[in-house]
C-alpha cells in the first residue's frame, strides 16, 4: 500500500535550519510528484510548492521561495525539505503528500512538526 | 495566484443533517478541485477530485458537485465522525492553493 513516512519532530533555535525527510513506498517513487504543505498552530493548510520526483525539478509557491529547499533521493524514494534561517514564524507542521494522476493530493504523510523557539 | 474562499467559517450542524460547503475561485479552475478532511493532529484525507468524483473508499453521503469559480461539498446524513474541517484544493493552476477550511461542530 502506498505509504509515505516523514522523519521526527524538530526543536530547533532561530536561525539554524533544518531538513524534513519523506521516504515513500507502496508504488514507483519518480511516478508522482511530492507536494509540501505547512500547517502553522491552528491555522488552514498551505500549500508550499512541489517537486517532479522524474527531473527534480521544483516549484515553489509564493512566500517559499529563498529559505525553502525541496530535494530528492531517488535511490531510497525519499523527498527532503530544507528550510534555512528559521524564524519563529517557521514553526508548523509540514507535511508532504503525493500528487495522483488526475493533479490530487491522494496520499499524505503523517506530518512533522517544527518548533522554532529560543 | 488563484485564490479560493470557503464558506462558511464554521458551520453547527446536528447529527442526520444534510450540510453543504461552498468553495469559490477567484477564477476559473475548470474542475480541477479536491476536497479534503482533516481532523485534529492528523493528516488531511482526499474526499473528493476533479470537483465530484468520490475517491475510493470514501462514504457515498459525500458529494461534491461544481465548475469554473464555484463548487459545493454536500454530506447526505452527517454523521459523528464527520465533524472536523474541509478543505478546498484547487489543481488547475501551476500553483495550486487551499481554502481557509470550513469547521464543521456539533450544535
Known amino acids: 500500500q502506498v505509504q509515505l513516512v516523514q522523519s521526527g519532530s524538530e526543536f530547533k533555535k532561530p536561525g539554524a535550519s533544518v531538513k524534513v525527510s519523506c521516504k515513500a513506498s507502496?508504488?514507483?517513487?519518480?511516478?508522482?510528484?511530492v507536494n509540501w504543505v505547512r500547517q502553522a498552530p491552528g491555522q488552514g493548510l498551505e500549500w508550499m510548492g512541489w517537486?517532479?520526483?522524474?527531473?527534480?525539478?521544483?516549484t515553489y509557491a509564493q512566500g517559499f521561495t529563498g529559505r525553502f529547499v525541496f530535494s530528492l533521493d531517488t535511490s531510497v524514494s525519499t523527498a527532503f525539505l530544507q528550510i534555512s534561517s528559521l524564524e519563529a514564524g517557521d514553526t508548523a507542521v509540514f507535511f508532504c503528500?503525493?500528487?495522483?494522476?488526475?493533479?490530487?493530493?491522494?496520499?499524505w504523510g503523517q506530518g512533522t512538526l517544527v518548533t522554532v523557539s529560543s | 495566484d488563484i485564490q479560493m474562499t470557503q464558506s462558511p467559517s464554521t458551520l453547527s450542524a446536528s447529527v442526520g443533517d444534510r450540510v453543504n460547503f461552498t468553495c469559490r475561485a477567484s477564477?476559473?479552475?475548470?474542475?480541477?478541485l479536491a476536497w479534503f478532511q482533516q481532523k485534529p493532529g492528523k493528516a488531511p484525507k482526499l474526499l473528493i477530485y476533479?470537483?465530484?468524483t468520490l475517491k475510493s473508499g470514501v462514504p457515498s453521503r459525500f458529494s461534491g458537485s461544481g465548475s469554473g469559480t464555484e463548487f459545493t461539498l454536500t454530506i447526505s446524513s452527517l454523521q459523528p465522525d464527520d465533524f472536523a474541517t474541509y478543505y478546498c484544493?484547487?489543481?488547475?493552476?501551476?500553483?495550486?492553493?487551499f481554502g481557509q477550511g470550513t469547521r464543521v461542530e456539533i450544535k
Open positions: 517537486i517532479n520526483t522524474d527531473t527534480g525539478n521544483p
Open positions: 476533479k470537483a465530484s
Open positions: 507502496g508504488y514507483t517513487f519518480t511516478h508522482y510528484a
Open positions: 477564477q476559473s479552475v475548470g474542475s480541477w
Open positions: 484544493q484547487q489543481c488547475y493552476s501551476y500553483s495550486r492553493s
Open positions: 503528500a503525493r500528487e495522483g494522476g488526475q493533479k490530487e493530493i491522494d496520499y
